[in-house]
């Protein structure tokens, strides 16, 4: 059994729980992601990218968004509850090295998995340059850690309540308009990062992102997770989870995502309402 | 098709008026009992077992017909060589447990074997009777036989002996039916074993693949259960090559030895276009949703599934027959396997294909799917299907199936499930480079010992074989045991 040690709700749907993996945590590198399952006999496996990981605690970070059912459940759990099942890390680690300038952008959730990242990327030696975005300003997390590799961090807010009105693609464009960027990284939901792409390739700048497809066994058996990385399939959980954003077929991504949408709508919705039943929710 | 009412009346009346002694004309004179199943109606609207097996009186009748040949034909063709004579008669002599033990003495998993073995193409396909009727489906029915034994003795198998410990410690990577065949040997030795398994469930293909109406899994828990009372530790969640490295395992934590019996793991996909859109799975991707994740039991899982109304399956062997009746059982109202050579080459087991054709699933045969078609939301609307002809027998020794230049048409469907076989993962060799492999990535071994090219590390099962069979699997873990034990009683 994985303890959940800590728990925040860091938004709304927004939630972070510190779990107890130690070979994890030992293990791990940035960029890596493990799958996590909550039932045993019953229910999916949710694949989530590593935020943080404390090899002397023993512990690993995940931050995930209340979405559907599993998510829904994932969420009713507290500090002392356990998942049976955590594998990992798994997925190809971030390749790291001293580009010289890089640009790290986050959106919404993706930030968290971010961190680590850019925290790998100023210790390689790097200017590391941080953007981050979100709807509104309750939905902007992890500030405080970014800004420990980052001072003068960029925030972007659709609404502008919080920092520049906007969005990341308007920052991102000016620091590379104004050049000097040799690498960007980007990880957040799907059309961020295919709009991240688009501005980096108008200034020639390498980008690498994170994907978050369907996925199941995480181990290269289901096929569920396939992505065209420039005219190949490719599998997010063993080829990944990072590919060169130029490579990748965002559209046919975007759509493969949607793949349950319609019921993962109707039973967060049953959950809302209350009438989870086998959730054993009230 | 006979009901199990009918079938078990006709065991009763042959059994009544069975003469004392049987010549081996009277025993091949005995009808062949046929599997009671499940109505094909009422199965495909649930999840529990199609085949349920003989009962007593259809065991000993069919224990009958067998003309306990000297020669025993039928034992050469049991890759692992069970006394198949040997055990029927004990069914005839209604010694069940007596049966049981011959049964073990080269099998662990009876009940399993029993269900799932390709028997027509091995033991049954040299029985004589089969041959004296020119028609295997005549043959004595062995497996049915070997599965009344497993099932009659279930409370009573006992758990296998193990020598006083040595010290030694044995890394199983992988749970499927090698692993599970070597670790049994290995432990029995004495060795302490410890079995790594990436998902959250041990077993396998048998546990993620095999569906509940084909293999039951309480089954499947009831044989790990026997090796966990061995004193075989399980470790689930732990991806080797990820979580920790071969490498790791002998040289940090200790291991005298490893076996991986990782299987064929990797879904093949046709290449064609449209492969990428929305409702296009992997026959893995569908039965793991449905076996390991348990979607069709919307009362308890929250695992969604994709609610189809007209499927197509590509593929033509059991796990695309899997596949296909998941489907139905999963609401599909229609459902056609499409395959590209006829029925008769068709590699799926021929009950498996009865079993879906009786089922409801539509065979289109001679067929070669060249593209699949999507809505505006990426979502299958049809698969382009070209005709096919049957040409010259291939390196497989089937006859070839040749397109037919501008015989294409369009089939409305809403689900693609592509089942057209698996290549070993790469994540092993890719983390652990010393271990030679192959063009298609299986590991080469050392034929009589199943050694890799890296010292103290074995491999069978799928790994090695390619896909192949659940008894095969199991051999090679036997054959691997042995030289691991020998390998360790030699002190490295």
Request: aromatic share 6%.
């Amino acid at each position: 059994m994985y303890r959940i040690v800590r728990k925040e709700q860091l938004s709304e749907e927004v939630f972070l729980m510190e779990i107890e993996a130690p070979m994890i945590a030992r293990e791990r590198k940035a960029g890596q992601f493990v799958i996590i399952q909550k039932g045993g006999d019953y229910n999916e496996r949710i694949p989530l990218t590593i935020a943080d990981a404390d090899p002397e605690r023993g512990t690993i970070t995940i931050v995930f968004q209340r979405v559907g059912a599993s998510t829904y459940l994932l969420a009713e759990l507290g500090e002392g509850d356990a998942f049976e099942n955590v594998l990992g890390p798994l997925g190809t680690p971030t390749h790291i090295e001293n580009y010289g300038r890089v640009v790290c952008v986050g959106g919404g959730i993706g930030v968290a998995p971010l961190f680590p990242i850019a925290q790998a990327m100023k210790a390689a030696g790097n200017d590391v340059r941080i953007i981050i975005g979100a709807r509104n300003r309750e939905l902007i997390i992890e500030e405080d850690r970014m800004r420990t590799i980052d001072p003068d961090l960029t925030i972007v807010t659709d609404d502008g309540s919080y920092g520049e009105k906007g969005v990341v693609t308007v920052p991102l464009e000016r620091m590379l308009s104004e050049g000097g960027v040799d690498h960007v990284v980007s990880i957040g939901p799907a059309i961020m990062m295919k709009f991240c792409t688009k501005t980096a390739e108008k200034y020639d700048v390498p980008i690498t992102v994170s994907l978050n497809s369907i996925m199941i066994d995480g181990t290269g058996m289901c096929g569920g997770c396939r992505v065209d990385i420039g005219g190949e399939m490719k599998f997010v959980c063993v080829d990944g989870p990072e590919f060169d954003g130029h490579l990748v077929n965002w559209d046919n991504l975007m759509m493969r995502q949607r793949t349950y949408k319609a019921q993962e709508k109707e039973d967060y919705d049953k959950c809302r309402g209350g009438i989870c039943g086998k959730l054993g929710l009230r | 098709m006979k009901t199990p009412d009918m079938i078990e009346k006709e065991a009763r009346e042959v059994l009544a008026s069975m003469p004392e002694t049987l010549s081996p004309k009277d025993r091949a004179a005995i009808p062949h009992m046929d599997m009671p199943t499940q109505d094909p109606k009422e199965r495909i609207r649930n999840m529990s077992e199609v085949a349920l097996g003989y009962t007593e009186e259809e065991a000993l009748v069919e224990a009958s017909r067998c003309l306990q040949c000297k020669n025993k034909p039928c034992v050469a063709g049991c890759p692992v060589g069970i006394d198949i004579p040997g055990f029927i008669s004990r069914i005839a002599e209604k010694d069940y447990s007596g049966a049981l033990s011959v049964i073990q003495c080269s099998s662990l998993l009876p009940s399993i074997c029993g269900r799932v073995c390709p028997q027509e193409n091995q033991c049954q396909k040299f029985c004589t009777v089969g041959k004296m009727k020119k028609d295997v489906d005549q043959a004595v029915g062995i497996g049915r036989l070997e599965r009344f034994v497993a099932d009659h003795e279930a409370e009573s198998a006992s758990v296998p002996e193990v020598a006083p410990e040595t010290g030694k410690r044995v890394a199983i990577v992988g749970s499927g039916p090698a692993s599970i065949a070597c670790a049994a040997d290995v432990r029995r030795a004495g060795h302490s074993v410890t079995v790594f398994e990436a998902l959250h469930k041990m077993g396998g293909v048998l546990s993620y693949g095999i569906p509940e109406f084909r293999l039951p899994k309480r089954l499947v828990e009831k044989e790990l259960s026997k090796l966990e009372a061995m004193g075989i530790r399980f470790e689930r969640n732990v991806l080797v090559g990820r979580t920790r490295t071969i490498r790791e395992l002998m040289e940090e934590d200790g291991y005298d030895a490893v076996f991986v019996g990782t299987g064929a793991g990797l879904p093949k996909f046709m290449g064609i276009p449209g492969e990428d859109l929305v409702s296009v799975f992997s026959a893995n991707e569908y039965l793991t949703r449905s076996n390991l994740m348990k979607a069709y039991d919307t009362e308890h899982s929250l695992t969604p599934y994709f609610h189809s109304h007209r499927v197509a399956v590509f593929g033509g062997g059991n796990v695309a027959m899997d596949a296909a009746r998941t489907a139905l059982r999963l609401g599909a109202e229609t459902v056609d396997i499409i395959y590209r050579r006829s029925r008769e080459e068709m590699p799926a087991r021929k009950e498996e294909i009865e079993h879906a054709v009786e089922e409801g699933c539509n065979l289109r045969l001679l067929s070669q799917p060249v593209e699949i078609l999507g809505d505006e939301n990426g979502i299958v609307k049809g698969v382009v299907i070209r005709r096919c002809e049957l040409g010259e027998p291939d390196a497989s020794g089937r006859r070839s199936p040749v397109e037919i230049p501008g015989s294409d048409y369009t089939v409305d469907y809403d689900t693609v499930i592509v089942s057209i076989g698996n290549a070993s993962n790469p994540l092993i060799k890719k983390t652990t480079p010393e271990i030679e492999t192959n063009r298609r990535g299986n590991f080469i071994v050392n034929e009589e010992t199943c050694e890799t090219s890296l010292k103290g590390v074995y491999a069978g099962g799928d790994i090695v074989l390619g896909a192949a069979t659940v008894i095969l699997a199991m051999g090679q873990g036997r054959k691997a045991a042995a030289a691991i034990n020998e390998y360790l009683k030699a002190g490295k």
